[in-house]
Nanobody, 124 residues
């Protein structure tokens, strides 16, 4: 099982940008598909984006494609989430996740590893 440590969350104004990072250890990072989820207070955990082992395939939830971008650097054992044009509706705890199967991440089913979460707050 891979361990995930997130960073990069914080407070940002509407229209601003953030880059979240998640560093993996304890496993073969290149063997894992990666994903980001978010959870706002009182809401279910929401799929944000996922990326395949080599980075050639990615998926985005809802209308996030175009504002958010997921990428990975296997040499650094790191997955990133670039967030642009942020609005208060993006306020949530953001979690990274890892699983050998890209589809399990997209389906939020049986995911092997989760990060601790990092808070993103967008002020209006």
């Amino acid at each position: 099982q891979v361990q995930l440590v997130e960073s990069g969350g914080g407070l940002v104004q509407t229209g601003g940008s953030l880059r979240l990072s998640c560093v993996a250890s304890g496993g073969s990072f290149s063997s894992y598909a990666m994903a980001w989820f978010r959870q706002a207070p009182g809401k279910d955990r929401e799929f944000v984006a996922s990326i395949s082992w080599m980075g050639g395939t990615s998926y985005y939830g809802g209308d996030l494609k175009g504002r958010f971008g997921i990428s990975r650097d296997n040499a650094e054992n790191t997955v990133y989430l670039h967030m642009n044009s942020l609005t208060p509706e993006d306020t949530a705890v953001y979690y990274c996740a890892a699983d050998p199967y890209l589809e399990r991440l997209r389906e939020n089913r049986g995911i092997e590893s989760w990060g601790q979460g990092t808070q993103v707050t967008v002020s209006s």
